[in-house]
């Protein structure tokens, strides 16, 4: 919601969903390929905050609303 106020769009909550749930493991692997050491990439967390970011997409209002709880 922070970044659809500041950049003036509305983000597709489905279409995030979807990507997230194929989340797996091999993202260990090409994600620091993909950032080439501009920016710190935290491997170890980055299953919990994928998991924690589901739950929150799951829990807003606008996607319990829509598709039930």
């Known amino acids: 919601m922070t970044y ?3 950049a003036g769009v509305r983000v597709d909550r489905r279409a995030d969903l979807r990507a997230l749930l ?3 493991l091999e993202w260990r692997r090409f994600i620091p390929r993909q ?3 501009r920016a710190r990439v935290d491997l ?3 299953p919990d905050r994928v998991a924690a970011t589901i739950r929150s997409a799951l829990e807003r209002p ?7 709880a």
């Open 44 to 46: 170890a967390g980055m």
């Open 62 to 68: 606008q996607f319990t609303a829509r598709y039930g």
């Open 4 to 6: 659809e106020r500041a």
């Open 22 to 24: 194929c989340f797996d």
């Open 35 to 37: 950032v080439a050491g």
